[in-house]
């Protein structure tokens, strides 16, 4: 596509699925892409072993991983060992859910794009096959795009920074077909919510499910590891 061709994203992957293909829809944008991922203190690490291999296998510019403590907070079955991963569907806000996680991370990548000059911000997240989460909403990125453009030197001075979510709209089935199209190694990529050491999946959390499904639909083999 190479609509913007010289152009800097700063992309946020997390080794699982949805952000793998966000990175290769930037890369096809023509974006040189900046990738950040956090070690947040979440139950599974084993995805950012799969971040490091997705960002080589799509030709980063750069990967940084950062460091934060959410668990010195806890609230969510991801970072607080004491609260049980949950195995089956719910109509409420899961408690998977990692509170103001999307928030936090943005604001961070806010930041690096900010020092390298880059024009967008890419997130993964989508509003169609999801669990749910408030800061995976439309009207949730559209806030902060204002506030990050309100907030920054480059944003007073007329040149603002866009918060890009290629996926918001797509089904599960969809973004699979528009990764495989786009040559993604689902293979590499860790999406449960409770992956062994080994990065192999329950098969049983909510992400599996989705995950699962959405190759299902999409007609092709699943290469995820399960345990």
């Known amino acids: 596509m190479n609509t913007s061709a010289g152009k800097k994203a ?16 930037a890369a096809d944008r023509g974006y040189d892409c900046y990738v950040l991922s956090f070690d947040y203190g979440q139950r599974s690490l084993t995805e950012l ?5 997705i960002a080589k296998q799509l030709n980063a510019r750069e990967h940084r991983v950062i460091r934060l403590h959410l668990e010195d907070f806890g609230g969510s079955a991801l970072t607080d060992h004491s609260i049980d991963v949950p195995e089956e569907e719910t109509d409420d806000i899961p408690v998977t859910y990692v509170p103001a996680r999307n928030t936090v991370f943005l604001s961070l990548a806010l930041g690096w794009a900010e020092v390298l000059e880059a024009d967008s911000i890419f997130i993964g ?9 408030p800061d995976c909403r439309p009207e949730y990125i559209a806030a902060f795009e204002t506030m990050a453009n309100l907030a920054t030197k480059r944003g007073v001075n007329g040149d603002p920074i866009k918060i890009e979510t290629p996926l918001i709209d797509l089904t599960k089935e969809a973004i699979i077909q528009e990764g495989t199209r ?14 062994d050491d080994s990065g192999r999946a329950c098969g049983n959390c909510d992400s599996c499910r989705l995950r699962a499904l959405g190759f299902t639909d999409a007609g092709l083999e699943d290469p995820t590891r399960y345990q």
């Open 125 to 133: 997240v989508n509003a169609v096959d999801y669990s749910g989460y």
């Open 10 to 25: 700063v992309v946020l992957l997390s080794g699982g699925l949805d952000s793998a293909t966000a990175l290769a829809m």
């Open 182 to 195: 786009l040559g993604v190694d689902y293979g590499l990529t860790v999406s449960c919510y409770q992956a």
């Open 49 to 53: 072993n799969a971040a490091k291999e």
